[in-house]
């Protein structure tokens, strides 16, 4: 069981885009900028270098000035859970150390990518990484991505580790929240993944979810949360709905990180484009600019909800 009080993390968390400058280099001050814009927005929580955030496109220096960036603007209003992994333990674990000197909240990892290691291999990754700082960890099952997909038995492992408060559950089958939930316990954060499940994950036992389609649309799933914790199902229902139609959109275009890039650009905050490979989308494009349009007449339609 965790030593940690958890219930700061039951938030809605946006995956935190990592803007750049028009010559590919990290843009701090957008970075600060980005991070004030979500707070004015209500967003009480951030996961930063994580899938959305490139993570895996930024050197260990970047993703350090990031992380110092985020939460020195942060500060005490916001939850900031700092993604570490990396390939290799050691750089996961210096990272992981590094987030606690930021004064981040939390530390979050999937198993090491590319090669195809063993169960054994992924309880030592994750165990050094919460060896190297004193904060609560947050695995990250994605195995669409990984190819390592979390078993029960890892898990149950992995739950003896004090340190260990949480699960990011992004699998694609829906009843492995409910399965985490059940074998964490009460005081385990399950966080709901997919995006489009929001709210079938929330029913299935998620605490909380942290999503990188929120960033271009985070009123709506503030909403959301809000809909699913008065208990009003059918019009959380409705706005999944719509929530999900936009996400369809948001991944029709050369890639959803510059999609999303683009509709937050398109609402202030200039955040640049992605790093290759991901491509970006122009703002000129008209499909994008009547999505943002879209965007902004659902969240002026569901104020009153």
Same mark, same amino acid.
């Given at each position: 069981?965790?030593?940690?009080?958890?219930?700061?993390?039951?938030?809605?968390?946006?995956?935190?885009?990592?803007?750049?400058?028009?010559?590919?280099?990290?843009?701090?001050?957008?970075?600060?900028?980005?991070?004030?814009?979500?707070?004015?927005?209500?967003?009480?929580?951030?996961?930063? /270098?994580?899938?959305?955030?490139?993570?895996?496109?930024?050197?260990?220096?970047?993703?350090?000035?990031?992380?110092?960036?985020?939460?020195?603007?942060?500060?005490? %209003?916001?939850?900031?859970?700092?993604?570490?992994?990396?390939?290799?333990?050691?750089?996961?674990?210096?990272?992981?150390?590094?987030?606690?000197?930021?004064?981040?909240?939390?530390?979050?990892?999937?198993?090491?990518?590319?090669?195809?290691?063993?169960?054994?291999?992924?309880?030592?990754?994750?165990?050094?990484?919460t060896e190297a700082a004193d904060l609560?960890?947050?695995?990250?099952?994605?195995?669409?991505?990984?190819?390592?997909?979390?078993?029960?038995?890892?898990?149950?492992?992995?739950? %003896?580790?004090?340190?260990?408060?949480?699960?990011?559950?992004?699998?694609?089958?829906?009843? &492995?929240?409910?399965?985490?939930?059940?074998?964490?316990? %009460?005081?385990?954060?399950?966080?709901?993944? !997919? &995006?489009?499940?929001?709210?079938?994950?929330?029913?299935?036992?998620?605490?909380?979810?942290?999503?990188?389609?929120?960033?271009?649309? !985070?009123?709506?799933?503030?909403?959301? &949360?809000?809909?699913?914790?008065?208990?009003d199902i059918a019009a959380a229902q409705?706005?999944?709905?719509?929530?999900?139609?936009?996400?369809?959109?948001? /991944?029709?275009?050369?890639?959803?990180?510059?999609? /999303?890039?683009?509709?937050?650009?398109?609402?202030?905050?200039?955040?640049?484009?992605?790093?290759?490979?991901?491509?970006?989308? &122009?703002?000129?494009? !008209?499909?994008?600019?009547?999505?943002?349009?879209?965007?902004?007449?659902?969240?002026? %339609?569901?104020?009153?909800?």
């Open positions: 069981m965790s030593k940690y009080d958890v219930s700061r993390f039951k938030n809605v968390t946006v995956a935190l885009n990592t803007p750049f400058t028009a010559s590919g280099d990290i843009d701090l001050d957008a970075a600060k900028k980005l991070t004030r814009y979500y707070i004015n927005k209500g967003v009480k929580s951030l996961y930063v /270098c994580g899938s959305t955030g490139e993570g895996f496109l930024l050197d260990s220096g970047e993703r350090k000035k990031v992380v110092e960036a985020v939460t020195q603007e942060a500060g005490d %209003e916001m939850t900031i859970i700092v993604h570490v992994g990396c390939a290799d333990t050691r750089h996961s674990a210096e990272l992981a150390q590094h987030a606690e000197q930021a004064g981040a909240a939390g530390t979050s990892a999937v198993p090491s990518v590319y090669y195809h290691v063993s169960e054994e291999s992924v309880y030592r990754h994750w165990t050094a990484i609560p960890f947050f695995i990250y099952n994605i195995p669409q991505l990984t190819g390592f997909n979390l078993s029960m038995g890892l898990f149950h492992r992995m739950l %003896e580790n004090e340190r260990v408060a949480g699960v990011k559950c992004s699998s694609d089958p829906c009843h &492995d929240i409910l399965r985490f939930k059940q074998a964490g316990g %009460e005081d385990f954060i399950v966080f709901n993944g !997919p &995006d489009e499940q929001f709210l079938a994950g929330r029913l299935m036992g998620a605490d909380a979810a942290i999503g990188g389609t929120y960033g271009a649309m !985070p009123e709506l799933y503030l909403k959301l &949360d809000e809909l699913i914790r008065r208990g409705k706005l999944q709905v719509i929530v999900t139609m936009f996400i369809y959109r948001l /991944c029709s275009f050369p890639s959803m990180y510059g999609a /999303c890039k683009t509709i937050i650009r398109m609402d202030g905050v200039n955040i640049g484009d992605p790093r290759l490979p991901f491509l970006p989308v &122009d703002e000129k494009d !008209p499909e994008i600019r009547k999505l943002y349009e879209d965007i902004r007449a659902a969240v002026e %339609e569901t104020k009153g909800w």
